[in-house]
């Protein structure tokens, strides 16, 4: 593994990134994905950041790819390659190539003067005018110009035409004309950088075998994934933005798996509701009647379940919610990045509540943080929030191969049987029998003596209602304990540590790929530091000990107002100012860049005395 | 304390039905509704309805938001799980139910405040998707709990206890329920009984979603002179359609055959409802002809009742989903969790 370094010679092999710039709704996207899975199959690591505006056609969109043979995933923190298809944004699609990168255009029309650099080489591919020419339908002649340029790319990058045509064959197999075409188009842009340019550019790829056991899966995908896996059947939900691919998944595995192939009767109801509260009721109703049930939502969606948050907790009622994050606040930039739900979801509702949080840093863990997220919600009877983000959910992620263990069998907590009520003297909802703060439930339908009544109004621990102070609170202090217990159950951290290290780094979510990236480099320039993942909660110890135990504590985070951190201040005691906040809310990934200047910057500031 | 139980004294002279229960047996904890109040007649029919259906109550769900209406789900069925969840969205948690044990009988009760502001969406959104399920709205006009606001179905006119008039037009849950395709619709009066459990008693037994709008007037705020939810107003003032006689599967086959029904309706599961001729006449499978009688007669000030319209060939939301017969709930592990095998497959669809 060679030395980690953000600012790469200009030439290099298999360690470069390049973006490619169009108009939305103009089929870029299939072409992209071509290209990500192309590399993907020379056994190079790769990743893909689609920053995309909200709207269906017409707006700027940008697809970023980054091949890396020391697999970082993290978004790119520079751009060796642009290529240029959007005149709306030649301007700074221009200015985004590194001194010393490459442009390649549309030279169908003549460039402006002032765009001119000459400090990067420039290409012109007349994309526009070949496909003009060889294309008689307008639609063929805009959407084959992406596969032009994959083509262009091809040549330009040395990207396999095998691999190409066999994906290309995988797609349109059944559709003859459709590859014909496509085929022509990827010849128009291969052809014509060998005939034009010197080939390929000083950065380019070729294959290894670094990913036999990866796969490209985007979060919501592996979320749905591990619904159906935890055994999950009732699914609620509002579309919104980034989540709706999540349960649009969870629909296409249960119409895969899950349906009698006799019968053609469902094992699943999936209902999409008239809006986010009553998704949140349906998963909460489905939960007491005994399904695993779940909602996916963002955080407009979140804000609107707050009153059933509040239900679910002081009913204890499981309850699985999935925030794929997004930047607000309000309507926000719906087509962006963000870690900003943190502190409404820790505390959602009114009333004193506090909830279970997971912590997905890819969509690996998406898939085992969704299975791992019905567990506790039936185990500890709360709500539990799986807290991914747009990157994480609708970026392609080279992830290790999800694997199954057939042994696996779910928690479900401590639900009795009409047995098992029987054999009690009396059953009561909310009495604390084994001392760990959970409460046994029963299920309707099961029995007559373990019926009992759900009311998120003043309850006593028979289930009672009342409005007895010192009989409220005794389950309300009940509540605090299985909380606590619950903190020892979500994921420990996840350490990355170095001896003599007083500087410590602390993240969670999708931030992980570019932190981990900025550790590497950090201690490459000799600057010893250790990282803490978060992966759940309410925090256990371990967290509180790795806070106290550096001198310095970054806390890295996708938000304004340092959330995070005002959690571990919180719930940890530990003073705020202790930790150093390292805020990017722009919406767009994290770049591993922004965390090495933080801490960089603090030691120069800390050397010259500032 | 407002949670009252009530003493287990039971005459031994009550009659049990074929479950060896007797209607103390689907009773629930004493109600702290106010003395007189509709929605404690509304309770005991809907005990009554449980007791002659046979219904064993731990078969049975009852679900509720907030409000005076909703807090009845707590005095009756003792041995039935019941759920009082949040304002308005009670059919949430309903259809969520549902959707996981379609085997439950639910029901489902709420107040016009809870079902026709706060949770009008919801209420509507039930009715779309046909959730299996007998809603009773217990309807007085009026915001009880927080003592006398004017509530959705405050028709124009209708004076206050303070007398202060309404001057918005009220929401009609019949015709809203007609205009959504709702397949059961009916309306009745919490001073009615007769009427009352008959229609409650078909409403359980529908297949897909029941609505019965109950006139149940509220002794405290909206009982006076100068109301149109008042008893005096609701008994001068109604037009009964066609009296009702519910005909459970268990009895079809004993009873001898009415000659008197002009209408019967066949349930989903066999029983049947029969209609009594009491006025003009009256297709209760006509939609457009029920939606038209409600207008007719409010036009008149009057206040048309009874089961206004019936549909048993609707599908409900299992139906319309193609769900497996059996509950979601009790499906095993294994029947849902496609394994090792299926997922290195699949992996292979991601390279």
Same mark, same amino acid.
């Given at each position: ?16 990134? @390049?973006?490619?710039a169009t108009v939305n709704g103009t089929g870029s996207a ?11 199959? /020379? ?8 920053i995309f505006p909200s709207n269906i056609q017409g707006l700027p969109t940008w ?22 298809l959007n005149t709306g944004t030649y ?47 307008d639609r063929?002649?805009t959407l084959?110009r992406n ?24 797609? @349109? ?23 034009? @340019? ?9 294959? /290894? ?64 509701? &008239? ?59 719906p087509t ?139 389950? /309300? ?39 981990? &990236? ?20 309410? @925090? ?71 | ?80 799980? $019941? ?57 007085? $006009? ?32 019949? +015709? +809203? ?40 007037? %509220? ?6 002179? $100068? ?109 849902? %969790? ?7 497959? +699949? ?5």
């Open positions: 593994m060679s030395t980690p370094s953000i600012f790469h010679p200009p030439s290099s092999v298999n360690d470069f990134s @390049f973006k490619i299939s072409a992209n994905s071509l290209l990500m899975q192309s590399i993907f199959r /020379m056994g190079i690591p790769v990743s893909g950041k689609n697809y970023e790819i980054r091949v890396s043979k020391d697999g970082y995933t993290a978004r790119p923190p520079e751009i060796d390659l642009v290529v240029a301007e700074r699609d221009i200015a985004t190539v590194r001194p010393g990168g490459c442009l390649l255009y549309d030279s169908s029309w003549p460039l402006e003067e002032s765009l001119l650099r000459d400090d990067i080489t420039m290409l012109g591919i007349p994309f526009g005018k070949m496909c003009v020419e060889a294309f008689q339908r063929d002649r084959l596969i032009a340029y994959v083509g262009a790319l091809a040549a330009l990058l040395e990207i396999e035409m095998d691999v190409i045509h066999q994906a290309l064959n995988e797609k @349109f197999s059944k559709k003859k004309a459709l590859l014909d075409a496509n085929f022509t188009a990827l010849r128009l842009g291969y052809d014509y950088v060998k005939a034009n @340019f010197q080939s390929p550019l000083p950065f380019h790829l070729e294959p /290894m075998n670094a990913n036999a056991d990866y796969v490209l899966m985007d979060g919501n995908t592996a979320a749905a994934l591990g619904a159906v896996y935890a055994g999950a059947t009732v699914g609620a939900w509002y579309p919104i933005t980034p989540a709706t691919s999540l349960m649009e998944a969870f629909t296409m595995f249960c119409n895969q798996y899950r349906v009698d192939p006799v019968t053609k009767e469902k094992k699943f109801c999936i209902i999409q509701a &008239e809006d986010e509260l009553s998704a949140a009721g349906i998963v909460i109703g489905a939960n007491w009647a005994g399904a695993r049930s779940f909602t996916s939502t963002a955080g407009p969606g979140i804000s609107l379940m707050q009153e059933f948050i509040g239900l679910a907790y002081y009913t204890e009622t499981p309850a699985i919610i999935f925030d794929v994050q997004r930047t607000g606040p309000s309507t926000g930039m962006r990045t963000q870690q900003a739900d943190l502190i409404s979801i820790a505390y959602a509702s009114h009333g004193d509540t506090k909830h279970i949080m997971l912590f997905p840093a890819n969509p690996e863990e998406c898939f085992y943080d969704a299975v791992k997220a019905f567990d506790l919600a039936e185990r500890f009877q709360t709500p539990v929030f799986v807290v991914s983000d747009l990157d994480i959910g609708m970026n392609d992620w080279m992830v290790k191969r999800l694997k199954w263990d057939d042994d696996f069998r779910p928690d479900r907590g401590k639900v009795l049987n009409a047995k098992e009520v029987e054999k009690l003297k009396r059953f009561s909802r909310y009495v604390d029998a084994d001392g760990d703060g959970i409460a046994a439930r029963t299920l309707p339908g099961v029995s007559a003596k373990g019926s009992y009544f759900t009311r998120g109004s003043g309850h006593d621990k028979l289930g009672n209602y009342t409005e007895d102070s010192a009989a409220y609170q005794e389950v /309300m202090d009940r509540l605090v304990r299985k909380l606590a217990n619950a903190a020892k159950a979500v994921p420990a951290p996840e350490l990355n540590t170095q001896k003599g290290a007083d500087i410590g780094i602390v993240g969670f979510g999708g931030c992980h790929a570019a932190i981990r &990236e900025a550790v590497d480099v950090l201690r490459a320039q000799g600057v010893a530091v250790d990282y803490m993942r978060i992966r759940g909660f309410p @925090f256990d110890q371990p967290v509180a000990d790795f806070l106290n135990a550096h001198e310095t504590v970054f806390v890295v985070e996708q938000n304004r107002d340092a959330q995070m951190r005002s959690l571990l201040a919180i719930e940890l005691g530990v003073p705020r100012d202790h930790m150093r906040p390292v805020l990017d809310y722009d919406g767009l990934p994290l770049t591993a860049h922004v965390v090495v200047s933080a801490v960089t910057n603090h030691l120069e500031k800390k050397r010259v005395g500032v | 304390m407002t949670s009252i139980a009530k003493p287990p004294v039971r005459h031994p002279g009550l009659k049990k039905n074929s479950l060896g229960l007797t209607t103390r047996d689907y009773e629930g904890g004493m109600s702290t509704l106010c003395a007189g109040c509709g929605h404690d007649s509304v309770t005991a029919a809907i005990i009554q309805a449980f007791w002659e259906l046979e219904i064993p109550p731990h078969r049975a769900a009852k679900m509720s938001g907030i409000g005076c209406s909703s807090k009845t789900t707590a005095y009756f069925m003792r041995q039935s799980h $019941g759920f009082n969840s949040v304002h308005g969205r009670m059919p949430s948690v309903a259809s969520g139910a549902n959707a996981a044990n379609r085997d439950l009988i639910y029901i489902g009760i709420s107040g016009d405040g809870d079902s026709l502001s706060i949770g009008l969406g919801q209420l509507c959104h039930a009715i779309r998707r046909n959730v299996n399920m007998l809603y009773v709205l217990e309807n007085n $006009g009026v915001y009880g709990l927080t003592k006398g606001q004017f509530s959705a179905s405050s028709d124009v006119g209708s004076t206050s206890k303070k007398g202060e008039a309404n001057v918005q037009p009220p929401i009609d849950p019949v +015709l +809203l329920a007609l205009t959504l395709g709702a397949t059961f619709v009916a309306r009745s009066f919490s001073g009615d009984k007769p009427q009352l459990e008959p229609i409650i008693k078909a409403g359980l037994r529908h297949n897909g979603f029941a609505l019965i709008d109950v006139i149940s007037p %509220c002794v405290s705020f909206n009982d006076h002179e $100068g109301s149109t939810k008042s008893y005096k107003y609701t008994r001068e003032h109604d037009v009964e359609v066609a009296d009702v006689d519910f005909v459970p599967l268990r009895k079809e086959i004993t009873s001898p055959e009415k000659t008197d029904g002009r209408v019967s309706v066949t349930m989903h599961d066999g029983s049947v409802v029969r209609f009594r001729e009491t006025g003009e006449a009256y297709d209760p499978r006509d939609r457009e002809g029920a939606y038209e009688h409600v207008r007719s007669c409010q036009a008149r000030g009057e206040i048309a009742t009874g089961l206004l319209f019936i549909d048993e060939k609707g599908q409900d939301m299992h139906a319309l989903n193609h769900t497996v017969a059996q509950p979601l709930a009790e499906l095993p592990f294994e029947a849902l %969790c496609p394994g090792s095998k299926a997922l290195d497959a +699949l992996m292979e669809e991601y390279r």
